[in-house]
């Protein structure tokens, strides 16, 4: 049987058979490993991705916290209102600029008190080395509370204003300029110009030590370190007056005795702006000695002083148009009286009945009618004093009880009883009184001086009464608001009234201490003080 013939593609090729033509099965055994590190790299990576987005989105926020606090307190703080004076509010940025302008104008204040007292250490020295201190709270201006004081002048300040421009009051420029150089000009514009620390340390009373005391007194605090080789004691910047008042008085710039004649408008305004860069350059120096740069401006004192003065001569020109002198009536009765009197003393104590007490003092009466007799016949009211006052406060020195008001307050400290007061007031000069009865027995009486204020005195009284209260209607007419308006305090009620706070009265001035005179001890050369007898 012949063989079947193959089959044959059409090139001779063998035609593939079933088992050549399947194509050979690949496989890949890494094929799930590698799909699983694919997807472990993936989540990695997606994680780092949440891990940045998260990341800057925090940073993001504070970013925006930080800007947003900055324009928190930079732009929208400054517009808060803290008062209102009819339309017009005084904002807190306004509030930073008026505390800026009063601390400008105390450092202005110390150092003009500074260049008028330089040739009194005991004064001067209240006033030298302040300026760093409230220089460094001029910086921190932004970071204090607000304070009532300055709030209260600022709408003081707009009620003037307002109410002068009402009755036509008004205050140039021209005008400041010219008060501030008749009352400065004296100390400031003679003065040859300082330029360095060099030349205050030669010329002026201002010491390095002063000024880091006053620094600590100011701000509490001890941040400044004095320059090197300052002179601890020098003279004046400017030529001086010397002055001396008693402790008891409060410094008050010298005044010419002759009025200099008033400069014209462009002259005074020339003239003022040298006063001021003056003293700015004193503000300066004083700073120079603790290395410190100034807070303030040359603009910021002007600003100050012009407002200052601007301010006083308002106040002034209204109260002038408030109460003019020549409708003002001169009050004759006396403010103050000076008396002498002898003391018939009653010592009456609690345990007594009434009636021994109205007789001891029946007995002291008489002596006291005795001795007014006596005293209307002639006799020297100092003597009797001095031999039959049981007041020891007052006999050696004649019975003087020394000038006291019509409360009783007395120039020496003492507080009299309204008894004495009431008849010493009644008395005309160098009248005996009757027989005056106290808690401390009987009083004769008479006054030496009698002391009325004089027409200047009662007129400035009266003013600045008549200002405070115009101030005050203007205050509820042009709507003065705060905020946050204060809250009022109420008083707890109480059906217990409150005790009157009486003063502690003495007979008469304060019984002078024994005077001490040294002794010698026998066989000692120590010298013992010993009190003279009684």
Do not use: C
């Not at 890494?30 to 590190?37: G, I, S, V």
């Not at 040298?274 to 004193?282: N, P, S, T, V, W």
């Not at 209307?376 to 019975?399: K, Q, V």
């Amino acid at each position: 049987m012949a063989d079947s013939p193959k089959n044959t593609s059409s090139g001779g090729r063998k035609a593939p058979t079933k088992a050549t033509s399947r194509k050979p099965q690949t496989t890949r055994p890494e094929a799930p490993t590698q799909r699983r590190t694919l997807s472990k790299h993936q989540r990695e990576e997606r994680q780092q991705r949440l891990i940045i987005t998260a990341t800057a989105s925090v940073l993001g926020v504070a970013a925006l916290l930080v800007i947003g606090t900055l324009i928190y307190f930079q732009f929208i703080v400054p517009t808060f209102a803290v008062a209102r004076v009819g339309d017009t509010t005084l904002s807190q940025g306004d509030y930073w600029e008026e505390r800026r302008l009063a601390y400008a104008n105390e450092i202005a204040q110390n150092l003009q008190l500074l260049a008028f007292f330089g040739g009194d250490q005991q004064i001067s020295g209240q006033f030298a080395g302040r300026s760093p201190g409230i220089d460094q709270l001029v910086r921190d201006v932004r970071k204090s509370d607000i304070e009532d004081r300055i709030v209260d002048e600022w709408i003081d300040r707009q009620i003037i204003a307002r109410g002068a421009a009402e009755l036509g009051v008004q205050v140039t420029d021209a005008e400041v300029d010219q008060q501030i150089v008749a009352e400065l000009g004296m100390v400031f514009l003679p003065s040859p110009p300082v330029t360095s620390t060099e030349e205050l340390t030669a010329t002026s009373g201002i010491s390095a030590t002063a000024v880091v005391e006053n620094v600590e007194a100011v701000t509490g605090t001890e941040t400044l370190t004095p320059t090197a080789e300052v002179a601890p004691e020098l003279e004046a910047l400017t030529p001086t007056v010397e002055l001396t008042p008693t402790a008891a008085e409060t410094p008050t710039p010298p005044t010419t005795s002759t009025a200099a004649p008033t400069p014209e408008p462009a002259v005074a305004a020339d003239q003022a702006e040298q006063i001021i860069e003056a003293i700015y350059l004193r503000y300066k120096l004083e700073l120079d000695q603790v290395n410190q740069s100034p807070a303030l401006s040359q603009e910021d004192l002007r600003l100050a002083m012009a407002q200052d003065y601007r301010d006083r001569a308002l106040r002034e020109r209204l109260q002038e148009q408030l109460v003019p002198e020549a409708e003002f009536t001169l009050d004759t009765e006396p403010d103050r009286v000076q008396a002498s009197h002898i003391l018939i003393a009653v010592d009456a104590s609690e345990d007594i009945s009434g009636d021994e007490r109205e007789a001891l003092y029946d007995e002291a009466k008489r002596e006291a009618e005795e001795i007014r007799q006596e005293l209307l016949d002639g006799a020297d009211f100092a003597e009797l004093a001095a031999e039959r006052s049981n007041d020891p406060g007052s006999a050696e020195g004649g019975g003087d009880l020394g000038y006291f008001d019509v409360d009783g307050r007395a120039s020496n400290g003492s507080v009299y009883v309204p008894e004495v007061v009431a008849a010493a007031f009644a008395l005309e000069s160098d009248e005996i009184s009757e027989p005056v009865r106290t808690q401390f027995g009987w009083h004769i009486i008479t006054v030496t001086d009698r002391e009325t204020a004089s027409l200047e005195d009662q007129l400035r009284e009266a003013r600045s009464e008549a200002l405070d209260s115009w101030i005050g209607e203007k205050r509820v007419e042009f709507v003065v608001q705060r905020f946050p308006e204060p809250t009022a305090t109420v008083a707890a009620p109480t059906t217990v009234p409150l005790p009157t706070e009486v003063p502690t009265y003495l007979p008469g001035p304060p019984t002078p201490l024994p005077t001490v005179t040294p002794t010698a001890t026998i066989g000692s050369d120590v010298l013992t003080p010993e009190p003279d007898a009684p």
